[in-house]
C-alpha cells in the first residue's frame, strides 16, 4: 500500500523548514525494530547529491500510536552540494508486518547553519505532517513534532483546529504528537516544571482550511 506524506512549515521555524522533503516507503526488508526501520528508510531516501554523513544519526524517541504502529523521532546531518553541511530532524511512522517491522511513511526538514548563523534558534523548532491513503476506513494521522531548545521547557501543549489539546512530554530535547485523523495545529505552546506556559506559537492556517 503506497501511503503519501506531506509536510509543510512555518517560517518563524528553524527546521526554517528551508528544505522539505517527502518520502514513500516502498520495498523495504523487514527489520527487527520500528528504530531500525526508521534508520534503514531515512538512509534509504538521502536525495541525489545529498551525501549522508555517517555516524551522524540520533534517535531521539519512539512512541507507540497503537499495537502495529510507532513513531520514531530521529536528526542527522547531510552534506548538499549547494549549500554544505545541513541538520534534518525527521519522523517515520513504521509498521509492525508479521515478525518484523517496515517503514509507513515519513518525512522531515532540514536547515543549513549558515543561513542562521548570528541567530539564536528558536525556542521550539517547529513541524508538521499529515498522511493519508487511498485504503477503505482510513482515517490519515496527524502529527506535530520538533526541537526544544529551551531546556525549562519540559512539556509541549498542541491545541488542534478541533480545540482538543494534547500535551506531551519532552524527551532527549524533542517531542512528538500524534493523532489520528487530519488535523491542524491552532496554537503550540511550551510548559515548564510548574505548568506554567513559557512559550506559545500560533501557526498561520491558509485560508479555508480552518474548521
Known amino acids: 500500500m503506497k501511503v503519501s506524506y506531506k509536510l509543510r512549515s512555518f517560517s518563524i521555524l528553524i527546521l526554517a523548514m528551508i528544505t522539505l522533503s517527502?518520502?514513500?516507503?516502498?520495498?523495504?526488508d523487514l527489520t527487527f525494530s520500528p528504530e531500525q526501520a526508521a534508520i534503514r528508510a531515512v538512509r534509504g531516501n538521502i536525495e541525489p547529491n545529498v551525501t549522508f554523513v555517517d555516524d551522524s544519526l540520533v534517535v531521539h524517541q519512539s512512541i507507540e500510536a497503537q499495537d502495529d504502529l510507532t513513531?520514531?523521532?530521529?536528526?542527522?546531518?547531510?552534506?548538499?552540494?549547494?549549500?554544505?553541511?545541513?541538520?534534518?530532524?525527521?519522523?517515520?511512522?513504521v509498521q509492525r508486518m508479521g515478525l518484523g517491522w517496515?517503514?509507513?511513511?515519513?518525512?522531515?526538514?532540514?536547515?543549513?547553519?549558515?543561513?542562521i548563523a548570528g541567530q539564536e534558534p528558536e525556542e521550539i523548532q517547529l513541524g508538521a505532517g499529515q498522511s493519508i491513503s487511498d485504503a477503505p476506513g482510513d482515517l490519515g494521522f496527524s502529527q506535530v513534532y520538533g526541537k526544544v531548545n529551551n531546556?525549562?521547557?519540559?512539556?509541549?501543549?498542541?491545541?488542534?483546529?478541533?480545540?482538543t489539546a494534547d500535551e506531551v512530554e519532552v524527551i532527549?530535547?524533542?517531542?512528538v504528537a500524534y493523532r489520528f485523523g487530519m488535523f491542524d495545529q491552532r496554537m503550540v505552546e511550551g510548559l515548564n516544571e510548574q505548568g506554567e506556559v513559557i512559550y506559545s506559537f500560533a501557526p498561520q492556517v491558509a485560508p479555508g482550511k480552518e474548521q
Open 22 to 28: 517527502s518520502c514513500r516507503a516502498i520495498g523495504f
Open 102 to 115: 517496515a517503514p509507513k511513511s515519513g518525512g522531515g526538514g532540514c536547515y543549513s547553519p549558515n543561513q
Open 151 to 163: 531546556p525549562e521547557i519540559v512539556k509541549v501543549r498542541i491545541t488542534w483546529n478541533d480545540d
Open 71 to 93: 513513531v520514531v523521532v530521529m536528526s542527522f546531518k547531510q552534506l548538499r552540494a549547494q549549500t554544505g553541511e545541513e541538520t534534518c530532524l525527521y519522523t517515520y511512522e
Open 172 to 175: 532527549n530535547s524533542t517531542f
